[in-house]
């Protein structure tokens, strides 16, 4: 039969990863959708502005 592995080396893993996740709970989440609209909200700005200083084609 094959030997189980000992707990010790399952805990010494995840330990690495709890840590990770922790660090990643403090970062700053932002919304996907949030930044696809100020993508479309910039992409429409510049288009405005271009138009409005006589540079659109």
């Known amino acids: 039969m094959a030997k189980q592995k000992s707990s010790g080396s399952g805990l010494m893993?995840?330990?690495g990863l709890?840590?990770?996740y922790e660090a990643d709970?403090?970062?700053i989440h932002i919304n996907p959708k949030?930044?696809?609209?100020?993508?479309v909200f910039?992409?429409?700005a510049i288009i405005f502005l271009n138009a409005s200083f006589?540079?659109?084609p």
């Open 34 to 39: 949030s930044v696809i609209a100020f993508g």
């Open 54 to 56: 006589g540079l659109w």
């Open 13 to 15: 893993s995840s330990a």
């Open 42 to 44: 910039t992409a429409v």
């Open 25 to 27: 709970k403090k970062a």
């Open 18 to 20: 709890m840590r990770y």
